[in-house]
Each structure stands twice: as structure tokens, then as C-alpha cells.
């Protein structure tokens, strides 16, 4: 079910609202992802039309990869969003981090991706899709 959600950066100078939120996120385990957040990438997929920022001014950006690129506060560090840039089924939308909604609860996991790179310190329960990091290429038509 789509709702609407609002969230900020750790210090308040970046604030967003962001409507049709799904009420699902997806996991990243990725190496950057994981060097990024300081752990695994929890991140709900908005369009980024359905994205109103304020403190814009405040958000730095950094092309992290050929294919995408990763948005923070440039006052506090927070992780704001990943974005993938190359044309493609999700270069329409943003990866916003779970722990930046003012209100986290009420979202379902539905996907762990580079599961291949997770940690062997820890897993997620549940019944959901696992991708590698060879399937994630393959289903969003990047080339390794």
C-alpha cells in the first residue's frame, strides 16, 4: 500500500517528503553499499517524481560507480540515496535509506541483493528473493 512519508538528515538541514512510498524495501550487501552505510544498504525505492527536497543546497553527490551514483548531507554525512544512473528500469527511481523516514515502521523486506557478498555474521529471516551479485547484473543490464 502507497503512502506518504517525511524524513531528514541526522542534523535537519536536508529534509524530504516523498508520496506513493511502497511499503516494501529491499537490502543491498554490496561492498559499497556496505562501506557506505557502515553495514548493509536497507533502502525503500521511491520515484524520484514523487521526491520534494528541502536544504537541496546541502546534498552532495558522488558517481560511485559507471552506474550509479550515491547522495549524502554534506553538513552531517548522512546517507541520503542511491540513484542508478545509466538508463534502465530503475534509473527513474532513488534508494532511500530506511533509518532517514521519520517514521521507519511499517515496511516489509521483500529482497536481499549481492547476497554472495554478504558477511557470514549475521542473516536476515524470512521468505524473500535473493539475488547475486552475477543476477543483479543481469536483471538490470549492467556489464561486469
Not at 557506505?36 to 533502502?43: E, H, K, P, R, V
Not at 534508494?95 to 536481499?112: A, H, Q
Request: hydrophobic share 35%; net charge negative; charged share 20%.
Amino acid at each position: 500500500m502507497a503512502q506518504t512519508k517525511t524524513g531528514q538528515c541526522m542534523c535537519g538541514a536536508v529534509r524530504f517528503t516523498a508520496t506513493n512510498v511502497p511499503d516494501t524495501f529491499g537490502v543491498c550487501h554490496c561492498d559499497m553499499c556496505r562501506r557506505w552505510t557502515g553495514s548493509a544498504l536497507f533502502g525503500v525505492s521511491v520515484a524520484q517524481s514523487d521526491l520534494t527536497w528541502e536544504g537541496e543546497a546541502h546534498i552532495k553527490t558522488l558517481q560511485s560507480s559507471d552506474w550509479a551514483e550515491r547522495a549524502w548531507c554534506q553538513r552531517c554525512g548522512t546517507s541520503l540515496y542511491y540513484h542508478v544512473t545509466v538508463d534502465g528500469p530503475m534509473s527513474a527511481k532513488v534508494e532511500i535509506p530506511l533509518g532517514v523516514f521519520d517514521d521507519p515502521n511499517g515496511f516489509t523486506l521483500n529482497r536481499e541483493i549481492f547476497i554472495d557478498q554478504k558477511p557470514d555474521s549475521y542473516d536476515l529471516a524470512g521468505d524473500h528473493e535473493r539475488l547475486t551479485k552475477a543476477e543483479v547484473m543481469a536483471k538490470f543490464g549492467v556489464q561486469l
